[in-house]
């Protein structure tokens, strides 16, 4: 696979926002598809201030190529000020997986 393959993470507190997203990102095929774990309780430091809150991790699997398109669209459409952008190289999988994703995240009529 020629292509390199990343998974792009965020994280966002309602489930409706995780679920738009994520949609909003396969429809304009900034990602192949994207997954949303269950809610989770993050503690986390934020602006002097320990905080609690139960958030929505989305996952989303897309191409080196794509990608800062995604993180420009997710930091848009995002409520955070800061949102967690974390990327993550893919460094094996299956090549029938693989090429999916290329082929998902490419810009056409597909």
Known sequence: MATEILIAQ????????AKSLALGAVEARLAAC????QPFTAIYRWKGN?????EWRISFKTTAGR????????????????????????????D?????????????DG
């Open 10 to 17: 965020t994280t966002i507190d309602d489930e409706e926002k």
């Open 34 to 37: 994207a997954h949303i774990d």
């Open 50 to 54: 320990i905080e609690t809150a139960q």
């Open 67 to 94: 990608l800062p398109e995604l993180q420009a669209w997710v930091h848009q459409e995002h409520s955070y000020e800061v949102p967690e952008w974390i990327t993550l190289p893919v460094t094996g999988g299956s």
């Open 96 to 108: 029938a997986y693989l090429s999916w994703v290329v082929e998902e995240s490419t810009p056409g």
